[in-house]
Nanobody
Framework: QVELVESGGGLVHIGGSLTLSCTSP?????????????INWYRQTPGKQRELVAT???????NYTDSVKGRFTISRDSAGRTIYLEMTALKPDDTAVYYC?????WGQGTQVTVQG
């Protein structure tokens, strides 16, 4: 069973930056899952559906939802152990719990709060 762990959330002011990380426990199935294939970052606010924010494929292709294009960057480290979501020029609308996802596997989420 694939396990994913997010970290890096926190409180930041408008215009600030945060980098989220998605890693796996030292289990082969999780390590392989993070190293290859498509990984997604989603976010969710209370009362709303989970929103796909960014995707990185096994070949390194990336896609972003329109509201974060030019501000967020998804990447995979060279060892394939960690997926990052670098977030800049943060806005209050970016406030949400951010989740790492691969297939049916989800992390526990990390809270990002953007305040004025």
């Amino acid at each position: 069973q694939v396990e994913l762990v997010e970290s890096g959330g926190g409180l930041v002011h408008i215009g600030g930056s945060l980098t989220l990380s998605c890693t796996s426990p030292p289990k082969i199935v999780s390590l392989v899952a993070v190293a290859i294939g498509t990984i997604n970052w989603y976010r969710q606010t209370p009362g709303k559906q989970r929103e796909l924010v960014a995707t990185i494929t096994g070949s390194g292709e990336t896609n972003y939802t329109d509201s974060v294009k030019g501000r967020f960057t998804i990447s995979r480290d060279s060892a394939g152990r960690t997926i990052y979501l670098e977030m800049t020029a943060l806005k209050p609308d970016d406030t949400a719990v951010y989740y790492c996802n691969k297939g049916k596997a989800w992390g526990q989420g990390t809270q990002v709060t953007v305040q004025g």
